[in-house]
C-alpha cells in the first residue's frame, strides 16, 4: 500500500515565502527529515543528528516536531522508538543530502544488521521540495511515509512549512492513523 494518491508536485518554485524572502538562497529548496532511534541514549542521538544536519554546507534547520516514542512496528522484539521530523531548507541536491544523512547516521554508530531492526540513529528523506523519484537509492516521497502514523504525527506539526509538496492533508491522515498506531509524546529524562 503506497497511501493516497498523490497529485503531482508543484514543481520546483523559489523556497520560502516569495520574492521578499531574502534569507533563502535562490535555489534552496524545503525538505522533511525523519529521525529515528531505538539504541543507546536515544534523545541524545536525535540531538546530535539535528545538530549535525544543521551543520551541513548550504542547509538550514528550520523547524524540529517535538520528540515521540513509538512502539516498534516491522520488526516488534526491540526496544521502543523516539522519533522526530525536521523541517529544512538546502542549496543540497537530493542524493548529496542523502549521503550526509548516511555519514550522519554512521558517525552515530549505525550498524545495519538487520532491516527494520535495532539501530542508534535512522535519518530517511520523507520529502524534498518539488521532487518524486522511485529510484531504489532514494524513493521520494519516502514509500513508506503515508503509512506511518510515528512519521504523519511529529510531521503534521510542521507541515504549515511545506512548499512544493504533495497536497495531502497531513494532519488529517496523522489524525487518522493514530488511532490503530499509538504514539506518545516523550519527556525528556534529563
Ligand atoms: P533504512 O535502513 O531503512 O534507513 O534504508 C536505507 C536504504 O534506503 C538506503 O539504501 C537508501 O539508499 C534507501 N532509501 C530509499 N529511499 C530513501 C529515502 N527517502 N530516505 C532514506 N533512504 C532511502
Redesign the pocket.
Known amino acids: 500500500m503506497n497511501g493516497p494518491p498523490l497529485p503531482p508536485p508543484r514543481g520546483d518554485s523559489p523556497a520560502g515565502t516569495g520574492r521578499g524572502d531574502r534569507l533563502a538562497p535562490a535555489a534552496a529548496r524545503r525538505v522533511f527529515v525523519s529521525l529515528g532511534s531505538n539504541l543507546g541514549e536515544r534523545a541524545v542521538a536525535l540531538r546530535a543528528a539535528l545538530a549535525a544536519l544543521a551543520g551541513l554546507p548550504a542547509t538550514t534547520v528550520l523547524a524540529a516536531s517535538r520528540v515521540y516514542e513509538t512502539a516498534p512496528q516491522d520488526l516488534p522484539d526491540q526496544p521502543p522508538f523516539l522519533n522526530q521530523v525536521a523541517c529544512l531548507e538546502t542549496g543540497l541536491e537530493p542524493l548529496e543530502l542523502?549521503g550526509h544523512?548516511q555519514r550522519i547516521e554512521a558517525a552515530a554508530g549505525r550498524v545495519?544488521e538487520v532491516?527494520f531492526g535495532p539501530r542508534t540513529l535512522?535519518v530517511?528523506?520523507?520529502l524534498f521540495q518539488g521532487v518524486e523519484s522511485g529510484a531504489?537509492?532514494?524513493?521520494?516521497p519516502?514509500?513508506r511515509l503515508w503509512r506511518r502514523a510515528f512519521v504523519l504525527v511529529p510531521l503534521a506539526e510542521l507541515w504549515t512549512l511545506a512548499r512544493g509538496m504533495p497536497q495531502v492533508d497531513v494532519p488529517r491522515l496523522a489524525a487518522e492513523l493514530v488511532e490503530s498506531q499509538p504514539v506518545t509524546l516523550y519527556v525528556a529524562e534529563d
Open positions: 542523502l544523512a545495519r532491516r535512522d530517511d528523506i520523507l531504489q537509492e532514494l524513493t521520494l519516502h514509500p
